[in-house]
T-cell receptor, first 114, second 111 residues
């Protein structure tokens, strides 16, 4: 069965600093990988997704993630964070042919300090 | 404007009662889903519908019944409510095979 681990429940960074949020998955094949963000009192919004091809995928608002199959990882990065990036970030995985069934991690709460 | 509307945003119920969670999507998608997020647990897939037909059900309890009266509606009826049912319930939709879009959720508290 697939699973997703986000080892950091909470990350605090200063505005302008770089960011990496970690995500590791468990799946024997090549999964579809996603990062979603949830701002307070809102639904989850897709940041980026990986299906195949270039392992570095670009998302909205300057976010990117790199799929490293050998490490079963899909870490999220941003070069310079803004206070408005404070939110909860979820990594998720699905499998080809079952794209509606996402397996989520517990999420990482990002707090950006001014 | 939100394209997936969930109503109500907050809901308090007593044990043993029945509630219906409403979801409407205005994205023109043909697939709709319910997910649940309980305290200290990840979002968990519950149901998927495609063209108003049940495709997948990962919820063991028959107390949870999705209802699709229109193509863009997928409500969730929960009967005989228990305190363990307390969670945030998210509705989502997609054009089948593509990205899921989520609503803001209904936070249910069962006393």
């Amino acid at each position: 069965a697939q699973s997703v681990t986000q080892p950091d429940a909470r990350v605090t960074v200063s505005e302008g600093a770089s960011l990496q949020l970690r995500c590791k998955y468990s799946y024997s094949g090549t999964p579809y990988l996603f990062w979603y963000v949830q701002y307070p009192r809102q639904g989850l919004q897709l940041l980026l997704k990986y299906y195949s091809g270039d392992p570095v995928v670009q998302g909205v608002n300057g976010f990117e993630a790199e799929f490293i199959k050998s490490n079963s990882s899909f870490h999220l990065r941003k070069a310079s964070v803004h206070w408005s990036d404070s939110a909860v970030y979820f990594c998720a995985v699905s499998t080809p042919g079952n794209t509606g069934k996402l397996i989520f991690g517990l999420g990482t709460t990002l707090q950006v300090q001014p | 404007d939100p394209k997936i509307i969930q109503k109500p945003k907050y809901l308090v119920a007593v044990t043993g009662s029945e509630k219906i969670l409403i979801c409407e999507q205005y994205l023109g998608h043909n697939a709709m889903y319910w997910y649940r997020q309980s305290a200290k647990k990840p979002l968990e897939f519950m149901f998927s519908y495609s063209y108003q037909k049940l495709m997948d059900n990962q919820t063991a309890s028959s107390r949870f019944q999705p209802q699709s009266s229109k193509k863009n509606h997928l409500d969730l009826q929960i009967t005989a409510l228990k305190p363990d049912d307390s969670a945030t319930y998210f509705c989502a939709s997609s054009q089948e095979g593509n990205t899921l879009y989520f609503g803001a959720g209904t936070r249910l508290s069962v006393l």
